[in-house]
């Protein structure tokens, strides 16, 4: 069965200092991995996805994801964070089956408070 | 840019009643589900659908829990007799085409469903 943790319930940041939000996953192949970010009383947003080639991976708002299958984590970072990054964050994890609906299996995620 | 919607927003029941949650997904994808976020707990899993049938469910999705793709644009999800323990957040997903993209779940709103 597939699992995601995210050991940081909540995390602090100062405004303009980096960032990284640690993901470990448990997956039996080689999995696809996401980072979504929700706001307050919002939707899910995705930032980022892995699907396989190279394992840093670019998203939005200027956040990057690595996957690293030795320790099985796809921490997510940004060198410099903003007021307005403040959210939650969830990892996730999908089954990688083709020609079917595959879940995705979440995190608990960490909450993001950036201060001033 | 095409984006999955959700009505209603907020939905307030009282136990043992029915509700039907409505998400119009984005219109060229093929694959559906619907997630569950208890207020502050992670999202979860309970039913994905493809080719007009029920792909996987998870243990929430029990028999008071039906859902349904009525015509080429609604999917639907059903409880038929609301328990105090249902009220959460139900997010509706979609995702695209076989080999292109159908691993990149997009989120809607969300309906807040609240059982009194």
């Known amino acids: 069965a597939q699992s995601v943790t995210q050991p940081d319930i909540h995390i602090t940041v100062s405004e303009g200092a980096s960032l990284e939000l640690r993901c470990n996953y448990s997956y039996g192949a080689t999995p696809y991995l996401f980072w979504y970010v929700q706001s307050p009383g919002q939707g899910l947003q995705l930032l980022l996805k892995y699907f396989s080639g190279d394992t840093l991976v670019q998203g939005i708002k200027g956040f990057e994801a690595e996957f690293k299958r030795s320790q099985s984590s796809f921490n997510l970072r940004k060198p410099s964070v903003h007021w307005s990054d403040a959210a939650e964050y969830f990892c996730a994890v999908g089954a990688t089956l083709t020609g079917t609906a595959s879940k995705l299996t979440f995190g608990t995620g960490t909450r993001l408070q950036v201060t001033l | 840019e095409p984006e999955v919607t959700q009505t209603p927003s907020h939905q307030v029941t009282q136990m043992g009643q029915e509700v039907i949650l409505r998400c119009v997904p984005i219109s060229n994808h093929l694959y559906f589900y619907w997630y569950r976020q208890i207020l502050g707990q992670k999202v979860e899993f309970l039913v994905s659908f493809y080719n007009n049938e029920i792909s996987e469910k998870s243990e929430i999705f029990d028999d008071q829990f039906s859902v349904e793709r009525p015509d080429g644009s609604n999917f639907t999800l059903k409880i038929r007799s609301t328990k105090l323990e249902d009220s959460a957040m139900y997010f509706c997903?979609?995702?695209?085409?076989?080999?292109?993209?159908?691993?990149?779940?997009?989120f809607g709103p969300g309906t807040r469903l609240t059982v009194t």
């Open positions: 997903a979609s995702s695209g085409l076989a080999g292109q993209g159908e691993y990149e779940q997009y």
